[in-house]
């Protein structure tokens, strides 16, 4: 199944092409392409080249440290997270490396890092879908996660499955229909919420 975004300007394949399913086929990740995509992960900018991200990560054919994984989603995203074969957790560390002060662009880097992950997963022909909805404290205390790093949101990731394996209402989200805000209410010139002209309709 294809989700292509409908964009108002042309922009690469990968991007229009990138949604995020919940039909995961249980076809295994291989282990060269998990690797390529923590590589693209890594090769993320960051602020003063720190690096805040961690990955803990999970696959099915270790069914113990799976289910330990899938047990720190919340009940929603277990309905449907249970069928990707490949689960992941980023972790952002808060404070800096250099001098121990807090990093207020932590969670961005960590976002940077899992587009990396993200865009390179399209290009192997894998799909991802990202969860917020995550046991913090329960992260915490599975993976003893240090004070200084939070755990940010967990990350299914696999080949497509089959529509017919979800449940009536989850199969009517995946096949709702993507929006967007148009460009003109988020990009600004000269004054907060004023569209600057080139996105003007
Ligand atoms: C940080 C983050 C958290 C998200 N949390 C959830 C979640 O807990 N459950 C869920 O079903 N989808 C979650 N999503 C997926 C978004 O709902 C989805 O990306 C958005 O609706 C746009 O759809 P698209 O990715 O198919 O374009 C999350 C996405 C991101 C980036």
Redesign the pocket.
């Known amino acids: 199944m294809k989700?292509p975004?409908r964009t108002n300007h042309q922009i690469h394949d990968l991007l229009t092409h990138?949604?995020?399913p919940?039909a995961f086929s249980d076809r295994m990740v291989e282990e060269k392409k998990i690797l390529a995509m923590l590589e693209a992960a890594r090769w993320a900018p960051s602020s003063f080249n720190e690096q805040p991200w961690s990955f803990i990560i999970a696959t099915k054919d270790n069914p113990e440290e799976y289910e330990r994984l899938l047990n720190c989603l919340?009940e929603?995203?277990i309905r449907?997270a249970k069928f990707a074969p490949l689960l992941m957790i980023s972790v952002a560390k808060l404070i800096f490396e250099r001098d121990g002060k807090p990093n207020r662009h932590a969670f961005h880097d960590v976002?940077l890092a899992v587009g990396n992950l993200v865009i390179q997963a399209r290009h192997l022909g894998l799909h991802v879908?990202?969860?917020?909805?995550i046991h913090v404290d329960k992260i915490r205390e599975t993976y003893k996660v240090p004070e200084t790093h939070e755990p940010v949101?967990a990350i299914a990731i696999g080949y497509y499955g089959e529509l017919d394996q979800l449940t009536e209402d989850l199969r009517k989200r995946e096949l709702a229909e993507?929006a967007r805000k148009p460009l003109e209410q988020f990009v600004f010139s000269g004054q907060w919420d004023r569209p600057h002209d080139l996105v003007k309709k």
Do not use: F, I, L
Not at 129 to 133: E, I, K, P, S, Y
């Open positions: 989700k975004a990138r949604w995020s919940r919340t929603g995203n449907w976002g879908h990202q969860m917020a909805g949101a993507r």
